[in-house]
């Protein structure tokens, strides 16, 4: 649902992050129900290892080896609400693959828009080339939308049932009244 609500996201923020040898641009947004995260390798890699920076488990990039080519991007987007329950990503390894823009330049509210627009319909460079179930965020969902859903249903149920109870053991049937009178 809330990859066909989206209008706009809330402003990419851009800021780095290191994995091992490898330094990454990375650009985040969000809006309802969805998550952007923009990955963009640096050139060239650190001589000593290091991790910095936060990344969900979903955003984190694949272990290297990389491609030879620097324009590596990875665009992810995570969809579900209250929790996050399936993943797209977009990997590019070409300056002539305009989705997903360079990290860098992620800074406005509209690339969330078009990842959700491309798992939708295939369209700014094609759609997704991984999709991912977040088994936990499903379980999760479920159980919450089942005690939503369900729940008040199973009760008004019950107390349907009670209250015809109730009023079956106070009414005396017209044959039962005859055969006592």
Known sequence: MPLFMIERGHG?????????????????DHAFGLDWSNLQLMDPPLSTPITD??????????????????????????????????????????????????????DGDTSIVYAAESVLMGTRGGGPQQRQILWLGVVIDVVLYGAVVVGPIALARRFARGELRRHAGQVTPPAAAAERG
Do not use: C, M
């Open 12 to 28: 990419a923020k851009i800021d780095s992050v290191h994995r091992g040898l490898y330094g990454w641009w990375h650009a985040t």
């Open 53 to 106: 920076g936060d990344l969900a488990p979903w955003e984190e990039p694949p272990p290297p080896p990389y491609p030879a080519a620097q324009f590596l991007r990875i665009g992810t987007l995570t969809a579900g609400w209250p929790l996050r329950v399936v993943t797209y990503r977009w990997t590019v390894t070409s300056t002539t693959q305009n989705f997903p823009v360079p990290a860098e330049l992620d």
